[in-house]
């Protein structure tokens, strides 16, 4: 039986495969980068969710810094607000699922 969770994991999901523009970067490498997206986050509705991936940045796949020197992608499955057991973004201004091989531009180990 699916939860809700799941319906919008595979909405989210369908919303990104169908080509929706999102604003992968810049990345929110700074503090000041960062409140800025989280309050533009905060200023939407909370099932404006096309709205919620396209500011947050949201990819299908792992965030592979150009030119870094280090192997590590940035994932949902590597980052700080990622709940492994439901596979769910805590960061208070997303607060969606997601899946582990995803990312968005707020992304923190």
Known sequence: MATGDDSL???LRVMLQSGLKTKSEP??????EGLRIAAR???LSATAFAEKLTVAGFTLSPYAPPHSEDDLSQSCE???YYVTHRRFCELPELNVPVEKEWSCRL???
């Open 9 to 11: 994991r595979t909405m």
């Open 27 to 32: 990345r929110a490498y700074t503090s000041e």
């Open 41 to 43: 986050l905060r200023s």
């Open 78 to 80: 590597t980052c700080m």
């Open 107 to 109: 992304w923190r180990i």
